[in-house]
């Protein structure tokens, strides 16, 4: 029934994917490919007499590669959403670095570079979020404990020190 669902979306998207009306024996491919199945074999579960003439023709037809990346996405988004795909930090790098090798262009190239410099942190500090039950809790800490939990390392030395007085 899924899989109806996927299908009945896809028509019903085709005006807003720019893709034009597929027959039935096209759905069918586009279905089987998003499913995993090799070319030759969706273009025979699609009823296609000549499956390798078929796959030639479908293959370089742009209204049935956006199809198919359009289910696999709508697929991916499923997936994702239902915590079936544990998708991690080392999952992405790897994605941006292969963005990266594949970039046709020094903007390309750039956009990948960026991406990988926001994803680990490396353009701004990481925020620390700091959890205080009570004020005597940091009352408690040393300077050294304090930092540390602010996340910055400042080495000062006891010169450096300033006497405040404490006028209430």
């Excluded at 899924?2 to 279905?31: C, M």
């Excluded at 809790?137 to 390392?153: I, N, P, R, S, V």
């Amino acid at each position: 029934m899924e899989q109806d669902y996927s299908l009945q979306t896809l028509s019903g998207s085709y005006a807003s994917l720019g893709i034009g009306r597929l027959t039935a024996q096209e759905e069918t491919y586009v279905q089987r490919r998003t499913q995993g199945i090799n070319p030759s074999a969706a273009a025979r579960a699609a009823g296609y007499r000549q499956p390798a003439r078929a796959v030639a023709e479908l293959s370089h037809r742009e209204d049935i590669n956006l199809a198919i990346s359009y289910m696999r996405e709508m697929q991916r988004q499923v997936a994702v959403q239902a915590g079936a795909i544990d998708f991690t930090k080392d999952d992405a790098t790897a994605l941006y670095l292969e963005a990266h090798a594949k970039s046709a262009t020094a903007m390309e190239e750039i956009r990948a570079v960026d991406s990988l410099v926001k994803l680990h942190g490396l353009a701004t500090p990481e925020r620390v979020e700091i959890n205080v039950t009570n004020r005597g809790q940091m009352e408690t800490m040393d300077d050294e404990a304090l930092l540390k939990l602010a996340g910055q390392d400042i080495m000062l030395s006891p010169d450096a020190y300033m006497v405040v007085s404490d006028e209430d």
